[in-house]
């Protein structure tokens, strides 16, 4: 049996345990290093959200002004209604 070390995506390092399945089947895995921020990972997200440095990424979206020009463009809005009672 190959064994491949996997190492903690915020700190680095590779004192890391297995530490079971999601629901889905991806296995979770846990640092062991007191001083890492983050304690539990995969090494692959169904949901991209969860990734590493997504935040960053969707922080430099909003510098982007033709993908904010682009969004304000596709936003149709009704004209207002008036109800008469």
């Given at each position: 049996?190959?064994?491949?070390?996997?190492t903690?995506?915020?700190?680095?390092?590779?004192?890391?345990?297995?530490y079971?399945k999601?629901?889905?089947?991806?296995?979770?895995?846990r640092?062991?290093?007191p001083?890492?921020?983050?304690?539990?990972?995969?090494?692959?997200?169904?949901?991209?959200?969860?990734?590493?440095?997504?935040?960053?990424?969707?922080?430099?979206m909003?510098?982007?002004?033709h993908y904010?020009?682009r969004?304000e463009?596709?936003?149709?809005?009704?004209?207002?209604?008036?109800?008469?009672?």
């Amino acid at each position: 049996m190959a064994m491949i070390p996997v190492t903690c995506p915020s700190c680095g390092s590779e004192n890391t345990v297995k530490y079971g399945k999601r629901p889905n089947g991806t296995l979770r895995f846990r640092c062991d290093n007191p001083e890492c921020k983050r304690r539990y990972f995969q090494l692959t997200y169904a949901y991209k959200g969860n990734e590493e440095g997504m935040g960053e990424k969707i922080l430099d979206m909003e510098k982007w002004p033709h993908y904010l020009d682009r969004s304000e463009a596709s936003i149709k809005l009704s004209p207002p209604v008036t109800l008469l009672c």
